[in-house]
Nanobody
Framework: VQLQACGGGLVQAGGSVRLSCVACGRTFSNYAKGWFRQAPGKEREFVAAIGWRSQSTQYADSVKGRFRISRDNAKDTVYLQMNSLKSEDTAVYFC???????????????????WGQGTQVTVSS
């Protein structure tokens, strides 16, 4: 496993949770990274992306203003701070890294090269 996500769990609506995704076995410090999610019965969808130097970020409209993506290249880790959670945020969240170095956050969702194993976030209403 090259990307390991953790931090999911059960949270009440309106609450917050922070996901982390650390690289193992290889470095992704020069790669754009992102988060995707997949709810039961639905296709995997883009949530957020961040450039390799944190120079830019992208968010799905459904999470803008509530979620924040960040990264620490020294730890080769990407984070997703999720606030004001809603029941519709319930999903398995996957971290991802771009297919090659220096791809922008804007293009990251189209050029995913590596996936993490997913972590479940359940929002109770």
């Amino acid at each position: 496993v090259q990307l390991q996500a953790c931090g999911g769990g059960l949270v009440q609506a309106g609450g917050s949770v922070r996901l982390s995704c650390v690289a193992c076995g290889r470095t992704f410090s020069n790669y754009a990274k992102g988060w995707f999610r997949q709810a039961p019965g639905k296709e995997r969808e883009f949530v957020a992306a961040i450039g390799w130097r944190s120079q830019s970020t992208q968010y799905a409209d459904s999470v803008k203003g509530r979620f924040r993506i960040s990264r620490d290249n020294a730890k080769d880790t990407v984070y997703l701070q999720m606030n004001s959670l809603k029941s519709e945020d319930t999903a398995v969240y996957f971290c991802a890294a771009a297919r090659k170095a220096y791809i922008s956050a804007q293009n990251m969702r189209r050029f995913v090269g590596s996936w993490g194993q997913g972590t479940q976030v359940t929002v109770s209403s």
